[in-house]
């Protein structure tokens, strides 16, 4: 069984990655167009830019939850070299517990607005006109990754998990290529 639950592990890391990556991709080669096509050929593509800026927003909340499971997220590192190790467990819980809870609203409330975006067939403002429930597809997605990593996270803890040592072990992500 745990060796399924890391394969699983490691494939959901490597499609976070790999998303994120291309969307990222996408951006960089937009921008990129975008900016040869306004200098060589005084022309700008339509919707490039809005096209690019969605594409790094997808690729910031798809991979965000990387960073907790590689434990990179924001915290306040000192709590936990002056505190003994079980209260940095116990912070560190707390800490996830209330990221989980920020994280679970993030889903309901990207939830809705995407679904009155949708119901109200709401239009960006923008000569693409694309409806704007697509772009915010993310939202609730990416509250779900973040969710599911803090949940892990916090089983991890709940089982003992405490030292720098165990969770780089523990929290490897490798890169799919």
């Keep these: 069984?745990?060796?399924i639950v890391r394969t699983i592990g490691r494939v959901w890391d490597r499609v976070e990655l790999v998303v994120g990556g291309?969307?990222?991709t996408v951006s960089v080669l937009l921008i990129v167009i975008q900016i040869v096509c306004r200098v060589f050929f005084s022309v700008s593509l339509v919707g490039?830019?809005?096209i690019a800026a969605y594409a790094i927003i997808w690729s910031i909340l798809f991979t965000a939850s990387l960073a907790v499971k590689s434990n990179q997220h924001v915290r306040i590192d000192i709590i936990f070299t002056i505190v003994p190790r079980?209260?940095?467990r116990l912070v560190d819980m707390v800490g996830t517990a209330l990221s989980l809870v920020f994280t679970l609203y993030l889903t309901?409330?990207?939830w809705?607005?995407?679904m009155e975006s949708y119901l109200l067939g709401e239009l960006t403002m923008t000569m693409l006109r694309m409806p704007i429930w697509i772009p915010q597809i993310i939202l609730p997605l990416g509250g779900m990754l973040l969710s599911l990593r803090l949940i892990q996270r916090f089983?991890?803890?709940v089982y003992g998990g405490v030292g720098a040592e165990d969770e780089q072990r523990d929290s490897?992500?490798?890169s799919p290529l």
Excluded: C, K, N, Q
């Design 22 to 24: 291309l969307f990222l």
């Design 112 to 114: 809705e607005l995407m």
């Design 48 to 50: 490039a830019d809005e």
């Design 108 to 110: 309901y409330s990207g």
């Design 172 to 174: 490897e992500v490798t």
């Design 155 to 157: 089983i991890w803890l």
């Design 86 to 88: 079980y209260a940095a």
């Design 1 to 3: 069984m745990p060796r």
